[in-house]
């Protein structure tokens, strides 16, 4: 099938470029209520994703439009070929600035060091580990698991264009989705948690599996929280990774382009001196790749270093908008550079957030906010387990102050700090 579509792009001479997108997916889902096995079933499909280009010229001005469409097994030759023909039209109709596709790289792209891992181990057990680990830690006498659901693909990709770019890897990735119970004499709580992974990491597992319980267990026990404290907040888990998305999305080359940036290259943003790093590579992320979608090969780049915007990254259209070297879309955030231990930063009176119903942010404005479903309040040397209220504030005005622990964790896509303490937000009672 590739190879009738790459024969139909490229004896199309109405269009001015093409990109074709393959992807193989083997995978294995499984579905449990409690312990008991549900669902088990195995897939391998394969998709493609076909984007066309089109020139066009206007009060002289050179756009390229660009219009795109995916194809199935099940499609016919003829619904395949007319597909194609009516993308001609629909990029025809797109009027962006003018852009030049990539061309082919003259490095190899690498392997992952994950896939190289897991292509030696046995599929099967590499599953049968993860359920024995994870049930493993089911030993509560308040608290269950309620249900899990299991997806673990092996995913084949292959890239090609009109000038000539062929790339091809494989990448590995899984996901599990946890729910658990707890109950208390008075009061009942269900948790659930979404776990993100390339491979098999049986300390990584079972932290995720107690620390969901752990939560479950808290917002059982925690008490109703009645006004807001004047006190500094202390951000953890993927709180942190929502924080920081904001210093990433800031240093991306379309919302520079966009004029959606307030965040200047060699600006002093705060007194912590933090370095971001954009990563293809990162220990057991699901979405290391060392090519984009577009085909560009990726390296790691520094976008920010002691506190400071050093670099715009972004893909290749928006890259050469704003006369930016084309970095690709690098897929990993490692965030560095805290001066404090985590021991150092809990001190005095705080409020530490485990979690938040969902830490929103946004990258233009910088506002973020959040509902607590647990914290622990620390004061006077006390500890006191909460739950409600919100946590509020913009980045703009807390970044200057902020502290992050030198201790770092991994979590999805990111290496971050485990702990930033924010002594300019706002923390409201129910």
């Given at each position: 099938m590739l190879e009738y579509i790459v024969k139909l792009l490229k004896?199309?001479?109405?269009?001015?470029?093409?990109?074709?997108?393959?992807?193989?997916?083997?995978?294995?889902?499984?579905?449990?209520?409690?312990?008991?096995?549900?669902?088990?079933?195995?897939?391998?499909?394969?998709?493609?994703?076909?984007?066309?280009?089109?020139?066009?010229?206007?009060?002289?001005?050179?756009?390229?439009?660009?219009?795109?469409?995916?194809?199935s097994p099940g499609d016919s030759k003829e619904a395949i070929a007319e597909k194609i023909q009516a993308l001609v039209y629909n990029a025809s109709l797109i009027k962006n600035p003018y852009f030049e596709l990539p061309g082919i790289s003259q490095e190899e792209v690498p392997v992952l060091k994950k896939t190289k891992e897991i292509n030696e181990k046995n599929q099967e057990q590499l599953f049968q580990d993860i359920i024995k680990c994870l049930y493993g830690r089911n030993i509560?006498?308040?608290?269950?698991?309620?249900?899990?659901?299991?997806?673990?693909?092996?995913?084949?990709?292959?890239?090609?264009?009109?000038?000539?770019?062929?790339?091809?890897?494989?990448?590995?990735?899984?996901?599990?989705?946890?729910v658990v119970d707890w109950k208390e004499e008075s009061e009942e709580s269900e948790v659930f948690t979404i776990y993100n992974f390339a491979d098999f990491d049986k300390q990584a597992l079972e932290k995720m599996t107690d620390d969901t319980f752990a939560k479950a267990k808290g917002r059982a026990l925690a008490q109703?929280?009645?006004?807001?404290?004047?006190?500094?907040?202390?951000?953890?888990?993927?709180?942190i990774t929502t924080f920081f998305s904001y210093f990433v999305a800031q240093a991306n080359a379309a919302l520079v382009y966009k004029k959606a940036t307030v965040i200047e290259k060699g600006e002093s943003l705060s007194e912590e001196p933090f370095t971001i790093e954009l990563l293809p590579e990162l220990g057991n992320s699901p979405y290391s790749k060392y090519?984009?979608?577009?085909?560009?090969?990726?390296k790691p780049v520094t976008i920010y270093k002691e506190g400071k915007l050093l670099e715009y990254?972004?893909?290749?259209?928006?890259?050469?908008?704003?006369?930016?070297?084309?970095?690709g879309n690098i897929p990993n955030i490692s965030v560095t550079g805290g001066t404090k231990e985590k021991?150092?930063?809990?001190?005095?009176?705080?409020?530490?957030?485990?979690?938040?119903?969902?830490?929103?942010?946004?990258?233009?404005?910088?506002?973020f906010g959040g509902e607590i479903r647990l914290a622990n309040y620390y004061h006077d040397g006390k500890m006191t387990v909460l739950t409600g209220g919100s946590v509020t504030g913009n980045i703009t005005e807390v970044m200057k102050r902020m502290q992050i622990s030198r201790e770092t964790q991994e979590l999805d896509n990111y290496k971050c700090p485990v702990a930033c303490k924010l002594f300019d937000a706002h923390y409201s009672g129910e």
């Open positions: 004896e199309n001479s109405t269009m001015d470029g093409w990109k074709l997108e393959e992807t193989v997916t083997t995978g294995r889902e499984a579905f449990f209520i409690k312990d008991a096995l549900q669902m088990n079933r195995k897939k391998k499909v394969t998709h493609w994703k076909v984007t066309v280009y089109k020139e066009t010229n206007e009060d002289n001005e050179k756009y390229l439009g660009s219009a795109m469409t995916s194809i509560h006498k308040n608290g269950k698991v309620n249900s899990c659901e299991f997806f673990y693909e092996e995913k084949k990709y292959r890239i090609l264009n009109s000038n000539g770019i062929d790339n091809a890897y494989k990448a590995y990735s899984g996901q599990i989705e946890l109703k929280a009645a006004k807001g404290m004047d006190c500094p907040v202390i951000l953890t888990g993927e709180a090519v984009d979608e577009d085909g560009v090969l990726l990254h972004g893909d290749t259209r928006y890259c050469q908008y704003i006369g930016q070297e084309i970095t021991s150092e930063m809990y001190t005095g009176d705080f409020l530490e957030v485990i979690w938040f119903s969902q830490f929103q942010i946004s990258e233009v404005t910088g506002e």
